[in-house]
């Protein structure tokens, strides 16, 4: 078909799609010209979801959208909610508060949001995608932490990451400014002001966490470009690292036990 046979409004409705996106999606990870609504205050249009133990049925609703258009993940299950494609040189906002429900357990409420996910849904353990995380866990938002997985033979992922790190009193490695560079195939990269003293018990909080205290919205917003991730928490700059991989990849949010809601999940264009 040449283009003198595309009728106009093939070539319109084919503006009005792509425009937010700068990349063929056969290409692999797209790259985003405006801002997109991941999540949209109506419905999970654009959004697949996986369970552990029903895989992309979600029979007891663990992901739904409230009256008033929030995203409630009811932490019934483990699992995610994820874009329907991947993304790369991207800035992702979440902005969440915790619900009232938990795993009934007395350590801290968990979640978290998953970047750069690649391979099958499941993939990792049968439950998440190999893929960097960022921790949402009470204490611990802004941590990183490398999600190992394998594609549907069996075949390794590599995940790893670089990142400037000091080691605390506790012997955890924190990202620091100047520090001693250390590659991480596995494990976690704490956020920078992590308290050595924290206990990790439920709604509690550590002497210099940036988060918003339960009940009210948190804002983290992640930003992935070229093989480099940073994140923010309620505009505190608390995690860096660089030499990702994957460098794109899917988006998900965590299903982990415990309530949460979601009133913002967007991705932002890289601003030069």
């Given at each position: 078909m040449n283009a003198r046979s595309i009728p106009w409004a093939v070539i319109l409705a084919g503006l009005s799609t792509g425009g937010l996106l700068g990349d063929d999606p056969q290409a692999g990870p797209e790259r985003p010209r405006g801002v997109i609504r991941l999540f949209n205050g109506k419905d999970l249009t654009g959004l697949t979801t996986w369970l552990r133990e029903t895989h992309h049925d979600d029979p007891r609703q663990v992901f739904r959208v409230t009256d008033d258009g929030l995203l409630r993940i009811t932490g019934d299950g483990f699992g995610y909610v994820a874009t329907d494609r991947p993304y790369r040189d991207y800035r992702v906002v979440v902005e969440y508060r915790w619900g009232e429900k938990t795993d009934g357990g007395k350590y801290v409420r968990n979640s978290g949001l998953?970047?750069?996910?690649?391979?099958?849904?499941?993939?990792?353990?049968?439950?998440?995608?190999?893929?960097?995380?960022?921790?949402?866990?009470?204490?611990?938002?802004?941590?990183?932490?490398?999600?190992?997985?394998?594609?549907?033979?069996?075949?390794?992922?590599?995940?790893?990451?670089?990142?400037?790190?000091?080691?605390?009193?506790?012997?955890?490695?924190?990202?620091?400014?100047?520090?001693?560079?250390?590659?991480?195939?596995?494990?976690?990269?704490?956020?920078?002001?992590?308290?050595?003293?924290?206990?990790?018990?439920?709604?509690?909080?550590?002497?210099?966490?940036?988060?918003?205290?339960?009940?009210?919205?948190?804002?983290?917003?992640?930003?992935?470009?070229?093989?480099?991730?940073?994140?923010?928490?309620?505009?505190?700059?608390?995690?860096?690292?660089?030499?990702?991989?994957?460098?794109?990849?899917?988006?998900?949010?965590?299903?982990?036990?415990?309530?949460?809601?979601?009133?913002?999940?967007?991705?932002h264009p890289i601003s030069k």
């Open positions: 998953l970047l750069n996910a690649v391979g099958p849904d499941g993939g990792a353990e049968g439950t998440w995608m190999a893929s960097v995380e960022c921790q949402l866990a009470q204490g611990c938002v802004g941590d990183l932490i490398v999600i190992r997985g394998n594609e549907a033979d069996g075949a390794a992922i590599p995940v790893r990451l670089t990142a400037d790190v000091a080691l605390g009193p506790d012997k955890r490695p924190r990202w620091k400014e100047g520090g001693t560079p250390r590659t991480f195939t596995g494990g976690q990269l704490w956020w920078s002001r992590h308290d050595p003293d924290y206990k990790e018990l439920l709604d509690t909080r550590g002497k210099d966490d940036v988060e918003s205290p339960k009940g009210e919205w948190t804002r983290v917003e992640c930003t992935s470009e070229g093989g480099r991730i940073s994140v923010r928490v309620n505009g505190h700059l608390v995690n860096e690292c660089r030499d990702v991989t994957p460098s794109g990849g899917k988006i998900l949010l965590q299903s982990e036990g415990f309530e949460l809601f979601v009133r913002k999940f967007e991705l």
